[in-house]
């Protein structure tokens, strides 16, 4: 009877380990505000959204060599954006923080919904670009 309660126990305790993927368990946005929505709260929800949208498009393995050339080509994004006054990256815990001029701090994750950033709503043309009539 020991013997077996031990064996149960070790096999409970190996199939309540998670996986160490994060990427995806921190991407999933089940039961959250859609972006498109959460970007048309204002200028600086909306970059923060394309910030978001930019980490996911650039993912391209889970090497930290990979994480970390992901996480150069967002802070590289969010640094073009006009309201985004500091950017530091965690590359291996797959975010962003990103502190706009306005003191507002705002942490993203990687977001894989097939869009660019440029495409977010709400976010201000780039300097020199044709507005949309």
Excluded at 6 to 22: E, F
Excluded at 75 to 100: C, E, K, M, N, Q
Aim: net charge positive.
């Amino acid at each position: 009877m020991i013997r077996r309660s031990g064996i149960l126990l070790t096999v409970l305790a190996l199939a309540s380990c998670r996986s160490y993927d994060l990427g995806k368990r921190l991407s999933s946005e089940s039961g959250l505000v859609p972006p498109d929505q959460f970007a048309r709260y204002g200028r600086e929800q909306a970059e923060a959204v394309a910030i978001s949208r930019e980490f996911g498009r650039a993912a391209h393995g889970s090497a930290p060599e990979a994480l970390q050339q992901q996480a150069d080509s967002a802070v590289a994004y969010a640094r073009s954006l006009p309201d985004v006054a500091d950017v530091s990256a965690d590359p291996l815990g797959y975010r962003l923080t990103i502190t706009f001029k306005s003191g507002w701090r705002v942490a993203v994750n990687p977001l894989s919904d097939g869009k660019r950033g440029a495409e977010t709503p709400g976010l201000a043309a780039a300097p020199g670009a044709p507005e949309k009539h």
